[in-house]
């Protein structure tokens, strides 16, 4: 059964507006991390954010946070004020306190347009 | 700090060729994994492990093996490869699986002939 499911192979946005990246999520596990990666053409991944299951706030860093529904399990990532450096495939990604298995999804290609 | 590092960054072998994929971290972290990238299917776990001497399986496991002597160093091994096993691996470390951030390696691109 799929653990981490993107639903949108790709998307496009405008520099400067705003882009929510979908995530739903399936576990039940009750601790639990959720996380957003960006890998650029050059092939690293870079980590962007991370919510744990007990937080009760969603997390923020910088341009980017991280739109939490523990009922609807779902960890959609808001960036905002998109830059064309955003241009990348984004990861939503969960890893589980039971077992210690970390699951990804198959990623989002993000486009920012000039 | 070094961050974590693979060894090589590319590798041709032939069908039924063995070897060994490197993977070092220096930032004392207990939980370290293997993850291969193919097209369109994201990352998928390996192997893990939570300290020296505790590996385990992940979601796809079969032909590849793994051991931790020390805190530092997590090798992949390839005992016999198989063109199925073409991908980019990413090793990865942190200090649990779900509670922080995994910090990754810069990959290893492997084709297997």
């Known amino acids: 059964a799929q653990k981490i499911t993107q639903t949108q192979p790709g998307m496009f946005v405008q520099e400067k507006e705003a882009v929510t990246l979908d995530c739903t999520y399936d576990?039940?596990?009750?601790?639990?991390?959720l996380f957003w990666y960006k890998q650029p053409s050059s092939g690293e991944m870079i980590f962007l954010i991370y919510?744990?299951?007990?937080?009760?706030q969603n997390a923020t860093e910088g341009r980017y946070s991280l739109n939490f529904q523990k009922a609807r399990k779902s960890a959609n990532l808001v960036i905002s004020a998109s830059q064309l450096g955003d241009s990348a495939m984004y990861f939503c990604?969960?890893?589980?306190?039971?077992?210690?298995?970390?699951?990804f999804g198959t990623g989002t290609s993000l486009t920012v347009i000039p | 700090n070094a961050g974590v590092t693979q060894t090589p960054k590319f590798q041709v072998l032939k069908t039924g060729q063995s070897m060994t994929l490197q993977c070092a971290q220096d930032?004392?972290?207990?939980?370290m994994s293997w993850y291969r990238q193919d097209p369109g299917m994201g990352l998928r776990l390996i192997h893990y492990?939570?300290?020296?001497?505790?590996?385990d399986q992940g979601e796809v496991p079969n032909g590849y093996n793994v051991s931790r002597s020390t805190t530092e160093d997590f090798p992949l091994r390839l005992l016999s490869a198989a063109p199925s096993q073409t991908s980019v691996y990413f090793c990865?470390?942190?200090?649990?699986?779900?509670?922080?951030?995994?910090?990754f390696g810069p990959g290893t691109r492997l084709l297997v002939l």
């Open positions: 990865a470390s942190s200090y649990s699986a779900w509670g922080e951030t995994q910090y």
């Open positions: 990604a969960m890893g589980l306190n039971t077992g210690n298995q970390f699951y």
């Open positions: 930032m004392n972290h207990e939980y």
């Open positions: 492990s939570v300290g020296a001497g505790i590996t």
């Open positions: 576990t039940s596990d009750p601790s639990y991390g």
């Open positions: 919510q744990g299951s007990y937080d009760q």
